[in-house]
């Protein structure tokens, strides 16, 4: 089993930052692509940075200059360091991960999501 658990969300004001952490565990062989989204009530899942086995990362316009995703291997975890934050950001953010099990099984997993208020 592989399990992915975020933490670090909250309220915050409007210019404020927060960091989520995500953190995958279980019977893992490595981790690929690891990446955080967003999700709205009404809207569809939002995609707001990924970062590669590499490193490379990639952000939509609406964080670009903002959040920054980073990764640590050693501790399979994953964070989004949010800065510059505006209402608009507020939503549940949920990591995922493209891992390859001990089984040699490629799969994709989620994370339950942390919620991430921002207040004008």
């Known amino acids: 089993q592989v399990q992915l658990v975020e933490s670090g969300g909250g309220l915050v004001q409007a210019g404020g930052s927060l960091r989520l952490s995500c953190a995958a565990s279980?019977?893992?062989?490595?981790?690929?692509?690891m990446g955080w989204y967003r999700q709205v009530p009404g809207k569809p899942r939002e995609l707001v940075a990924l970062?590669?086995?590499?490193?490379?990362?990639n952000y939509p316009d609406s964080v670009k200059g903002r959040f920054t995703i980073s990764r640590d291997n050693a501790k399979n975890t994953v964070y989004l360091q949010m800065n510059s934050l505006k209402p608009e950001d507020t939503a549940v953010y949920v990591c995922n991960a493209d891992i390859i099990t001990v089984w040699a099984a490629k799969l994709v997993y989620w994370g339950q999501g942390t919620q991430v208020t921002v207040s004008s």
């Open positions: 279980g019977s893992i062989f490595s981790i690929e692509d």
């Open positions: 970062i590669t086995s590499g490193g490379s990362t």
